[in-house]
C-alpha cells in the first residue's frame, strides 16, 4: 500500500504562486508515476502534471504549460507542483497520486490517492 499526503494549498490572488507538496509512503518500490490532478466543483477530475519517478520525465496538460512545474526530491520522497502565474481557472482540490504503470495524465493509471489540497485563486 501507498499513502500520499499533500500539502501547500491556500488562497492567492490572481497571477500570484503557491507551491503543493506530496509526501509519499509505503511500499513505495511500486511507483512509477506520480501525477497532480485537480477538481473543480461540478466538473470531472483532470491531470495537471505527472512525472516518472525513475527517470524524472514530466508531462503538463496543455492549460498549465509554461506555469506549473513538476519537480521531486527522491530523499525525501516528495514530489512539488510550483504553480505561478495562477488564474481564477486554476481553482480546484488539488490531489497528488501514485501509479505503477505508464506516466499520464488519465486517472485510471493512478491506484493511490492523497485526500487533496484546496487551491483557490481570487481575481
Known amino acids: 500500500q501507498v499513502q500520499l499526503v499533500e500539502s501547500g494549498g491556500g488562497s492567492v490572488q490572481a497571477g500570484g504562486s503557491l507551491r503543493l507538496s506530496c509526501t509519499f509512503y509505503?511500499?513505495?518500490?511500486?511507483?512509477?508515476?506520480i501525477g497532480w490532478f485537480r477538481q473543480a466543483p461540478g466538473k470531472e477530475r483532470e491531470g495537471v502534471a505527472s512525472?516518472?519517478?525513475?527517470?524524472?520525465?514530466?508531462s503538463y496538460a496543455d492549460s498549465v504549460k509554461g506555469r506549473f512545474t513538476i519537480s521531486q526530491d527522491n530523499a525525501k520522497n516528495t514530489v512539488y507542483l510550483q504553480m505561478n502565474s495562477l488564474k481564477p481557472e486554476d481553482t480546484a482540490m488539488y490531489y497528488c497520486a501514485a501509479g505503477p504503470g505508464y506516466c499520464s495524465l488519465e486517472t485510471y493509471e493512478y491506484k493511490s490517492w492523497g485526500q487533496g489540497t484546496q487551491v483557490t485563486v481570487s481575481s
Open positions: 512525472i516518472w519517478t525513475g527517470g524524472g520525465s514530466t
Open positions: 509505503g511500499y513505495t518500490y511500486s511507483i512509477n508515476c
